[in-house]
Nanobody, 125 residues
């Protein structure tokens, strides 16, 4: 199985940027579709972005489209989430997730098999 560790979270002012990383170990990341999800206090976890194992297909939540970019470096076994124009409502714990699959990518939380422990992103107004 694959182990996932997120990093790059922190405190940033509204309008600022952060880049989250999700480092994988145990299996080559190139065999997995990857997703980013987030959970704000008192809310359910929600989909943010996803990328196919080749990087050729991406999906975004409407709330982050145009501001966030998901990418991957399979040689480095790492997936990234570049976040720009951050808003206070982006404050949440951000999780990466992995699914062993050949072609597909999904917004569905239940589709993913492996999860990281999360990294906190706080955007101040």
């Amino acid at each position: 199985q694959v182990q996932l560790v997120e990093s790059g979270g922190g405190l940033v002012q509204a309008g600022g940027s952060l880049r989250l990383s999700c480092a994988a170990s145990g299996r080559p990341l190139s065999n997995y579709a990857m997703g980013w999800f987030r959970q704000a206090p008192g809310k359910e976890r929600e989909f943010v972005a996803a990328i196919s194992r080749s990087g050729g297909s991406t999906l975004y939540a409407e709330s982050v489209k145009g501001r966030f970019t998901i990418s991957r470096d399979n040689a480095e076994n790492t997936v990234y989430l570049q976040m720009t124009s951050l808003k206070p409502e982006d404050t949440a714990v951000y999780y990466c997730a992995a699914k062993y699959t050949q072609f597909l990518v999904s917004r569905g939380e239940e589709w993913y098999d492996y999860w990281g422990q999360g990294t906190q992103v706080t955007v101040s107004s």
